[in-house]
């Protein structure tokens, strides 16, 4: 099984603060997609990265890839109530997506 | 409603019972994947299909059963239940095996 590691486990902000989370590997992926997940549901994808050193952008979300396709991180700016969810990182890993263990994330007003 | 369903959303049940939990979805995607959701381990993969009468283990397959007789459903039965299968379960589709995955809204089970 390829692992994927994500730091921090929990992160408590303020709403308006910048933030960062990581998502690491020893493999290489072919792809590394992040979801959201909210109290009580299903996650929900945010995107996919394909290309080593692709960086994409959702609203105030930036995703990158690592140039070696090993990591990926997700900043988040100014971050609001809203953005207050699991995230989650999951690798083309063979015959399905191997999944992180996630980053909690709390924003308070 | 087009989309993914899972029932039961909520289930008690007692250990060495049979339970099966079902999953519906609506798009004809080709993959199914059953998961499971717990603290400390994340996402784990219990079986995935890539079709009709096609199934395969994922990384936790002990103690679950799978079958998928049609493309649109995809059951997961705990042939006899055990307390460290108290979990969330989520079933997931999707177009290809390492494509986007959509989630139902889950199965919390538990197991007393």
């Known amino acids: 099984t390829q692992l994927l590691e994500q730091s921090p486990q929990f992160l408590s902000i303020q709403e308006g603060e910048n933030l960062t989370v990581y998502c690491n590997s020893s493999?290489?992926?072919?792809?590394l997609q992040w979801y959201r997940q909210e109290p009580g549901e299903g996650p929900v994808l945010l995107v996919t990265v394909v290309t080593g050193g692709e960086v994409k952008k959702l609203k105030r979300l930036t995703f990158q890839f690592g140039d070696a396709r090993k990591d990926s991180s997700l900043h988040i700016t100014a971050a609001q109530p809203g953005d207050t969810g699991l995230y989650l990182c999951?690798?083309?890993?063979?015959?399905?997506?191997?999944f992180g263990k996630g980053t909690s994330l709390l924003v308070t007003p | 409603d087009a989309g993914i369903t899972q029932s039961p959303r909520y289930k008690i049940t007692e250990t060495g019972r049979q339970v099966t939990l079902m999953c519906h979805q609506t798009w004809s995607h080709s993959y199914m994947f059953w998961y499971r959701q717990d603290l400390g381990h994340g996402l784990r993969l219990i079986y995935y299909?890539?079709?009709?009468?096609?199934?395969d283990k994922g990384e936790v397959p002990d103690g679950y059963v799978v079958s998928r007789s049609k493309t649109e459903n995809f059951p997961l039965t705990l042939e006899s239940a055990t307390r460290s299968q108290t979990s969330v379960y989520f079933c997931a589709s999707s177009v290809r095996n390492t494509g986007e995955l959509f989630f139902g809204e889950g199965s919390r089970l538990t197991v007393l």
């Open positions: 493999s290489v992926f072919s792809s």
């Open positions: 999951a690798g083309a890993a063979g015959y399905a997506l191997n």
């Open positions: 299909s890539a079709a009709a009468d096609i199934t």
